[in-house]
């Protein structure tokens, strides 16, 4: 039956855009990261992100990660600023715990910019957490 049936909640992973100094180009780019803050390793982490804003959309694009190591994190992509003006979506599928789990993470349009920056601890870097 349905009430028999266990959702495991995912906790203790995030997406974050953080703005980050790019030494080739001599300036700020907005990267996002997949944070793994638990105590354990997470392991076939699977990232789908778009952005969309009415009749506008970027191509949905995927990744995968092998093992993202306890505290530790990865780079899903480079996010251009026009794409900020969107929503943007990156839902994220993860095993761990010998189970199966799953969130969506949403930037809302311009939600991300300068001003809103905090620090992210793991990354040692500025950026914005998603909703």
Known sequence: MKKDIEIPVAKDVYVVIAHEWN??????????????????????????????DGERKTSTLRYAFGVVKAKGFEK???????????????YVTYYADNKLYEKRFFFAKNSVSEKDLVQIPLLEMEGIFAK
Do not use: C, P
């Not at 180009?25 to 990232?47: C, H, P, Q």
């Open 76 to 90: 899903i992509e480079m996010v251009q600023e026009e794409v900020l003006n969107l929503n943007n979506e990156f």
């Open 23 to 52: 030494k080739e180009f001599l300036g700020k780019d907005w990267n996002a990261y997949l944070i793994n803050n638990r105590s354990t390793t997470i392991e076939m982490a699977l990232v789908v992100s778009k952005g969309y």
